[in-house]
């Protein structure tokens, strides 16, 4: 049923480029921009998913830190803005279309997530969410840049509560611990504050990362004390990677939009972040 389906690309040509080369150029560009930190083992990346023109600067900022590592599958964990549904959905059919070619899906490792898991409610595999997402979708162009053919498992999370994020951690880092996997938790932070307010809002989430928590960062998304459309996302990155033994983080890079429109009086907060094992 899933199987041969190509999800194709809806903001192509809107949130970034649509000629391949362009798109690739301008991804290139990018992380020629970024530095490259002394991080060894990594295990998930945390990236933003505006348009490219605002974030892709600093979504660049993590994928660089991956660039030149080895990874059998790369597993996107990305929130839902356009459709309501209780439980996380694992896109299971062939591939991502972007302007770079198609992203394969690592179907094998869907099913064993979904299967495998003994969370068959909140991990299914379906095409809830996917459709016109642009949270998940603007992460693979990147990957194709800086991996070429690697697999994905494409999760788009709906309702963001305890036991989707729990339960989708747990699944990843239990089922796939002691594989070459990288996980990348797509978000962004506050959303049309003046910059002084995203600031102090923005900070907090930025303690809350380094700090390197799950259970205290899973608590302070599942009440709302966060600001960030994709917290359940990152706290499900940050419970998995824990259990595949990340234990430390580190903030490569923070902006807001403004600071590429000038506009500084509403604005959108994006964060790179990387969690890994020390030593």
Known sequence: MFENQIRESVVAGSFYSANPEALAENITQYLKNCPKKDIANIKAIVCPHAGYIYSGQVAACSYMQ?????????????????????????????????????AKVDIERCHALVSGSGYADSIQ???????????????????????EDIKIVPIVMGSQNRTNIESLGNAIGNILKGQKILIIASTDLSHYHPASVASGLDSKV?????????????EQISKDALEMCGGGPVA??????????????????????????????????????AFYRKG
């Open 236 to 273: 499900a990155a940050m419970i998995a990677s824990k259990l595949m033994g990340a234990d430390s983080a580190e903030i490569i890079s923070y902006q807001d939009s403004g600071d590429v429109s000038g506009d500084k009086s509403a604005v959108v907060g994006y964060v790179s972040a």
């Open 125 to 147: 595999i379906s095409n809830a969410g996917h459709n016109r997402e642009h949270s998940l979708e603007v992460q693979i162009p990147f990957l194709q840049i800086v991996f």
């Open 66 to 102: 991956v660039q030149g590592s080895s990874y059998d599958c790369a597993i996107i964990v990305a929130p839902s803005h356009a459709e309501y549904f209780d439980f996380n959905s694992v896109f299971a059919g062939k591939a991502y279309k972007t302007p770079l070619g198609l």
């Open 206 to 218: 930025l303690e809350n990362l380094k700090s390197f928590d799950p259970e205290k960062f899973t």
